[in-house]
């Protein structure tokens, strides 16, 4: 622990900071405000707190946005990521946060930040030296007894407590060829060389032909070696292509869209850029329409911009207002009924709209008459994600929450406010859920560190999930995904989990991170996958078996130079950092596309295209990688050429 007094004279270090913080954890902007941290980039006034770096043109020739946060945001009330608000969970002023304080005096516990005031208060406390001077043990006790929370565990956990691997559900959707090709006995027999000789050469029988077409498909999983590197100047937090490919869209924290024409997947052109006026710290989503020729994109406001994908359309972006002021002249001043949307999804008919808002509710929009057609109260905390089960109906609707529960409602029967069903086995809240678009399949990812599968048929009943609703699970409440590493010891089977399968493996910290199904045809549906929060996608067969991993971390590290541009994390000094927040996987070729925080201090973004390669990682190879700007333009001044950043990475 580092302290200074406060006549510091010219010294830039202005503060309190503990080493046990998460390495790469994300300090909220109201936390910073008015208060003495210290950041390791930057030049830090003593008087403010606040860095004093240069501005600099963005990619997109515009001034760029503030480096951390506009001061119209300062009175905000809802934070990134559909987390609590400051005052509610503890953190807000001087308030010691239990486990925040009992991590202090744990020997590998992960902490944050305490500001002066925090450790004044911890340093007064009446019960310290018993902290202080007793065995680890008495210790202990006296924290829980204190300051609450849970006391060391006396014994260890049964260690067989963990989904089984592989997992028998799972191993049966595989067998019954709900997921991929149901011959694993032929996919062991042959090479992937052979199967597509045989595939050229058109041997074997019609069924055969198409058996060994259906393995090859699936066997084309793409590699670590990046054949492009899209830079940001800010974290991308969202990138998707379109259901047929031809089309590409990256969401940035400077509130920017940019759209590329993929119709040839590996070789892009950016075509066009959307902007978001009102943005309040990042764009939280975007929606691409069936017909593929409208974006809906969103920030933590309760307006969404749509707009045209048409490169010859230079209009100005629709603005909806699913609030119920039904303004979009001023978001800030909307009044007490707005909100943060973390959500937002076409219907499969594209004439509505669905949210999940900061207010712990579902919105579901009509475009066409610009009217909010249900408004429900749906959960007890933020809704990060919804989705339709089925792109070919619009009935059936999902939602998942920061109150671990994923639900089902329909429609038709919205209006009395109570789900159609519900599925409970998350531990923590819900970042993401994806559907299969089959009407049957759903996917999780979860704080609680698991990917989940579900089935529709098995949803609990509304009646069945309230009568267990007093035994629900939500056993960490105070853990915090955005600063804090998770306890695996925190970790436990739900008593009324009706998943199908559990994955685990990846990390879901800092920030909502997003899973995927893979696509049908150029998988053949074989996989889901996740991004992850130490800079990889992992790939799953259904039966939770790992089926590959893409390091970007790794294919990326030093192909930008280093610069002053600096964010709140806490890393090592310039260190590279890299989190994965989404990806996607082309719909008909081996090409994955990861969406990520990455950069020195994790300060700056990038989209990387990876494809399939036989020939694995082939130094050979590496010089065919290009770095290229947001716009698609090279920059040998500002990114590296592969050959020079591998030189480097060796020395």
Not at 38 to 60: L, M, Q, Y
Not at 78 to 94: Q, S
Not at 102 to 122: I, K, N, P, V, W
Not at 256 to 266: A, I, L
Request: some cysteine.
């Amino acid at each position: 622990m580092d302290t200074t007094g406060d006549n510091l004279g010219a010294s830039p270090i202005r503060s309190v900071q503990f080493s046990t913080m998460m390495p790469g954890a994300f300090v909220d902007d109201e936390h910073t405000i008015g208060r003495n941290y210290f950041f390791w980039d930057g030049e830090i006034d003593t008087s403010t707190g606040e860095e004093e770096d240069d501005v600099e043109d963005n990619e997109d020739n515009d001034e760029d946005e503030d480096e951390y946060e506009d001061d119209d945001y300062e009175d905000e009330t809802v934070e990134e990521d559909g987390e609590d608000e400051e005052d509610d969970d503890g953190m807000g002023g001087d308030d010691l946060d239990p486990q925040q304080i009992m991590g202090l005096f744990r020997d590998g516990e992960m902490s944050g930040l305490l500001t002066r005031g925090q450790l004044m208060a911890l340093l007064r406390h009446r019960n310290l030296s018993h902290v202080l001077f007793n065995s680890a043990d008495e210790a202990d006790i006296t924290l829980a007894r204190i300051w609450g929370g849970r006391a060391a565990r006396t014994s260890p956990k049964d260690p067989n407590r963990f989904p089984k691997v592989p997992s028998d559900e799972g191993r049966k959707l595989m067998r019954n060829g709900t997921f991929g090709a149901n011959s694993t006995e032929m996919r062991a027999s042959k090479t992937l060389a052979r199967r597509m000789l045989e595939r050229e050469l058109a041997l074997g029988d019609g069924e055969q032909r198409r058996r060994n077409n259906d393995i090859v498909t699936q066997s084309l999983i793409p590699g670590t070696r990046a054949d492009q590197i899209v830079h940001y100047d800010h974290p991308v937090y969202s990138g998707q292509f379109s259901d047929d490919g031809n089309f590409f869209f990256s969401c940035s924290q400077d509130f920017k869209v940019r759209m590329y024409d993929t119709s040839n997947p590996f070789e892009w052109k950016h075509y066009k850029t959307v902007s978001y006026p009102w943005g309040q710290w990042t764009l939280t989503d975007a929606s691409l329409s069936p017909d593929n020729r409208w974006l809906a994109y969103t920030s933590i406001q309760s307006i969404v911009s749509i707009a045209p994908t048409d490169p010859t359309d230079t209009g100005d972006p629709y603005t909806l207002a699913l609030d119920s002021s039904g303004q979009t002249d001023d978001p800030f001043r909307r009044g007490q009924h707005s909100f943060g949307i973390w959500s937002i999804r076409f219907s499969g008919d594209g004439r509505e709209l669905v949210a999940g808002t900061s207010t712990q509710s579902i919105v579901v929009y009509d475009i066409q008459s610009r009217t909010v057609l249900h408004h429900i109260q749906g959960h007890g905390d933020d809704v990060n994600a919804v989705c339709f089960a089925d792109k070919a109906s619009p009935h059936i609707i999902y939602s998942g929450s920061d109150d671990a529960l994923l639900k089902v409602w329909d429609r038709r029967s919205m209006g009395d406010g109570r789900e159609a069903g519900a599925f409970v086995g998350h531990l923590e809240g819900l970042t993401y859920i994806d559907s299969k678009g089959d009407g049957r399949y759903i996917l999780s990812n979860g704080k609680d560190q698991s990917m989940k599968l579900w089935d529709l048929r098995m949803a609990k009943s509304s009646a069945q999930f309230r009568s267990e609703r007093p035994l629900r699970l939500h056993s960490h409440s105070n853990f915090d995904y955005r600063r804090q590493a998770y306890d695996e010891d925190d970790w436990e089977p739900h008593p009324h989990d009706n998943s199908l399968v559990t994955f685990r493996g990846h990390k879901v910290l800092r920030t909502l991170i997003r899973c995927h199904f893979s696509p049908p045809s150029s998988t053949n549906s074989r996989y889901v996958y996740s991004g992850s929060a130490d800079g990889k996608v992992y790939i799953w067969n259904i039966d939770a078996t790992p089926a590959g991993t893409i390091d970007v971390k790794k294919t990326t590290m030093g192909t930008r130079r280093h610069d002053r541009h600096a964010r709140r994390w806490y890393d090592e000094p310039g260190g590279w950092g890299t989190c994965v927040r989404d990806a996607s996987w082309h719909p008909s070729a081996p090409v994955l596309v990861a969406s990520a925080w990455n950069g020195y201090s994790m300060a700056r973004g990038t989209c990387t295209l990876h494809s399939f390669d036989e020939a694995g990682e082939d130094e050979s190879e590496s010089a065919t990688q290009r770095s290229l700007d947001c716009n698609l333009r090279p920059n040998p001044d500002l990114y590296l050429s592969a050959e020079n950043t591998h030189m480097r990475v060796a020395r």
